[in-house]
């Protein structure tokens, strides 16, 4: 019987099996408590706090959290950012606490959270933990009567390209990466131990409809509107500045061309004069002269974040707009009767 080869860490390392791609962000609800209880505290002010957990699979378990302290602009703030964090999860393993850095949580107002400062962050992020996710919470939008809680990541094919910081049209169009494919959204699923769970249900009501309930009734819906509405104008009047940039570089791009041709055609004359005069005919492509230095194409990067914000507005004014018609309808027709 053969027995059987030992084999170093290093070997075992190198033949392990590619992880599995993150499917659901599992979040203990005492998080989602102390996250939704941190972000109204300070609202409309935004805040951000660490999470931890675990990575098990295709599962990140998020089994507690803590908030970053508001600091003046005359603090130092990463260092004493840094200090704090450390400081925190010090005190979280002496209390035999999970304080494995899953990600960070941060409100947002009206969804308005895709921006390049995110991006960074995630990069930051990435270069030290694997996978990682960031929880948004935005507290305007859960006074609607849904909780607006998402979890986000990078996309590979994103985090790759955003590397190279080639954002040009060419780049975009052999990637295949559109302005949809910059975030993705993970599915959250709230979990709670036996015991809580069953501790929730002796605190239920006996009375079947509570004041939540009444909540959802109500049919004024115009602050909120008028919000995403005046958000949206600002983006598309954004969107309409990095048009102009992008045709400001495609005029001159064209001019350049123009410039080339009849640089090339002039050259091209005075080379058929000197092979009449039998003089050597000069190079037709002079990388000296600035009419061949190439123009510099503006980066995709903000057009396409911009219209992820654009697009989310349009989906919750969309998502309010029919809801209010539900309400109204369900309210004519108690009126009725």
């Given amino acids: 019987m053969a027995t059987p080869v030992a084999r170093s860490f290093l070997q075992v390392a190198a033949t392990e099996e590619v992880a599995s791609p993150l499917r659901v962000v599992q979040i203990e609800g005492l998080v989602i408590l102390k996250i939704i209880k941190h972000c109204k505290e300070f609202s409309p002010a935004l805040v951000t706090g660490q999470l931890l957990g675990l990575d098990v699979g295709s599962v990140l378990e998020v089994t507690n959290c803590f908030p970053f302290p508001i600091r003046e602009e005359d603090e130092e703030i990463e260092a004493d950012g840094a200090n704090y964090q450390l400081e925190m999860m010090r005190c979280l393993r002496e209390v035999n606490v999970d304080n494995n850095t899953v990600g960070w949580y941060q409100s947002t107002l009206l969804g308005s959270f895709q921006t390049v400062e995110l ?3 995630f990069m930051n992020y990435q270069e030290n933990i694997r996978r990682c996710v960031c929880i948004i919470y935005d507290p305007l939008k859960s006074n609607q009567g849904v909780l607006a809680l998402k979890a986000l990541k990078l996309s590979d094919s994103f985090m790759e390209l955003y590397r190279t910081n ?3 049209g060419e780049k975009l169009r052999e990637k295949n990466l559109s302005w949809v494919d910059i975030f993705e959204e993970i599915p959250i699923k709230v979990s709670n131990s036996a015991l809580i769970s069953a501790f929730m249900t002796e605190l239920e009501a006996d009375t079947p409809v509570v004041q939540c ?3 959802r009734l109500q049919l004024s819906t115009s602050p909120f509107l008028e919000r995403n509405m005046e958000f949206l104008i600002e983006c598309m009047d954004d969107l309409s500045m990095e048009q102009q940039k992008f045709q400001f570089y495609y005029r001159n791009l064209s001019r350049q061309q123009a410039q080339q041709q009849a640089w090339l055609q002039k050259r091209r004359a005075e080379n058929m004069a000197r092979k ?14 600035p009419v061949f230095k190439p123009l510099p194409e503006p980066s995709r990067l903000d057009s396409f974040l911009i219209t992820n914000q654009i697009s989310n507005y349009c989906n919750q004014i969309n998502g309010v707009a029919g809801q209010s018609f539900s309400r109204l309808y369900l309210t004519k027709a108690l009126h009725e009767n």
């Avoid at 009449?276 to 002269?289: F, K």
């Fill in 166 to 168: 080639n954002f040009t």
């Fill in 276 to 289: 009449a005069t039998g003089e050597e005919p000069l190079p037709e492509e002079d990388p000296s002269n």
């Fill in 213 to 215: 309930d009444y909540d």
């Fill in 119 to 121: 991006i960074e962050t």
